[in-house]
């Protein structure tokens, strides 16, 4: 078996239009969350991390592609145009692509949008992809909710080692919308201030909108300096509730034993937890659960839902790009919001940036539908 890279990347982001950049504000606690005052979205003011669009627009036209995009598709052609001229690697039949995302182009519903309706089908976000950036294969369109960033990087895993493609690059992303702010709210899970993952004072999710882009090649003159190796992953669904999480925190627990077993190493080698910390009641309490039943309640963990919000089908592969970052720079982020425990179980949780030799991460996620996904990554040797 081939060993798989996770490599070159890209976050579009309130925090910067480049994942350095990004890091660098969380490196700094600097949240991209804002107060956000816009009543054709929701009708009382909320927390929420917005991209720019005019800044965006300036960054898109610089690369002088032509035709009419969405706000979306302008984030995600923006972020993977990137990853593939860092690269360098062409567009064969071997390149292959997948997109992320829960809710696609889900604007143009809206009665003022002057895009066609028909736009809104996830496969036409797949092929305006395809086409602007000139992949030769069909895009393959992950939408499996909050795990889609996370398991695209598993499935891409899958596609090389079974010798579809030598190569895969991922791009994922979301947007705050109506439709989906307004969801989150009729489930009474927003937050009326920035989240506060794990804490006892926790009150809901801020949503956020970003793009994050990666390489997953089997090519080891392919790799960034802050390269990883996608040691393994596993999923698994634990059929509780439509929302709900296992109160049990099974389904977690069977993915992130799954990516061990794959990995041949042992719990003990696990550095440091990128989790998926929603700052729900049901989600931290769950994730505290799963990873005292694993052992892994004193690995240093945190959630960066805190300076992005919950990024929906992208927030897997983004915090999975700061979590490369984080080994490569040997530095744990603080998981920001949190300062009192709120969950059952005990959990190392971050609350300041530090200094430690890393080798190993976790990144797991769960999301609606009862989906869980783990992966397991490693600096390159």
Do not use: W
Not at 117 to 133: F, P
Not at 142 to 147: F, K, R, T
Not at 280 to 300: C, M, Q
């Amino acid at each position: 078996m081939n060993k798989i890279y996770a490599s070159y990347n890209n976050i579009i982001s309130s925090l910067g239009f480049d994942s350095e950049s990004v890091v660098q504000n969380i490196h700094d606690q600097n949240s991209g969350l804002q107060l956000i005052e816009d009543k054709s979205i929701l009708s009382q003011p909320f927390y929420s991390s917005i991209i720019n669009k005019k800044d965006l627009l300036v960054n898109f036209n610089l690369l002088g592609i032509k035709g009419n995009f969405t706000h979306l598709e302008q984030m995600m052609i923006s972020s993977l145009s990137k990853v593939i001229s860092l690269s360098k690697i062409p567009l064969t039949n071997r390149a292959g692509l997948i997109i992320s995302t829960t809710k696609g182009n889900i604007d143009v519903l809206d009665k003022n949008s002057k895009f066609p309706k028909e736009r809104a089908y996830l496969s036409t976000l797949g092929q305006v992809i395809k086409e602007a950036l000139g992949f030769k294969k069909e895009a393959i369109v992950v939408s499996n909710a909050c795990v889609s960033g996370i398991l695209s990087i598993a499935i891409a895993k899958r596609y090389i080692n079974q010798g579809v493609y030598d190569n895969v690059f991922i791009v994922s992303g979301d947007i705050v919308t109506e439709f989906i702010v307004t969801g989150f709210n009729s489930f009474q899970a927003l937050s009326n201030e920035p989240c506060k993952p794990y804490d006892k004072n926790r009150s809901g999710v801020n949503i956020g909108e970003v793009a994050a882009s990666i390489l997953i090649t089997k090519d080891e003159n392919a790799l960034s300096k802050n390269a990883v190796v996608v040691l393994g992953e596993g999923s698994g669904n634990d059929a509780n509730h439509i929302s709900g999480p296992s109160r049990t925190g099974e389904g977690l627990c069977r993915s992130v034993k799954s990516a061990v077993n794959e990995s041949n190493l042992t719990f003990e080698n696990i550095d440091y937890i990128s989790a998926h910390g929603t700052a729900t009641l049901f989600n931290d309490e769950t994730e505290a659960i799963a990873f005292n039943r694993l052992g892994l309640n004193k690995v240093p963990l945190n959630s960066l839902k805190g300076y992005f919000g919950h990024t929906l089908g992208a927030s897997g592969l983004v915090e999975t790009i700061v979590g490369m970052h984080s080994l490569q720079n040997n530095t744990l982020y603080t998981s920001l919001g949190f300062s009192e425990p709120g969950v059952s179980k005990p959990l190392n949780i971050i609350t300041k940036t530090t200094s430690k030799k890393l080798d190993v991460f976790l990144k797991t996620a769960s999301g609606f539908g009862g989906c869980n996904t783990a992966v397991l990554f490693q600096k390159v040797k």
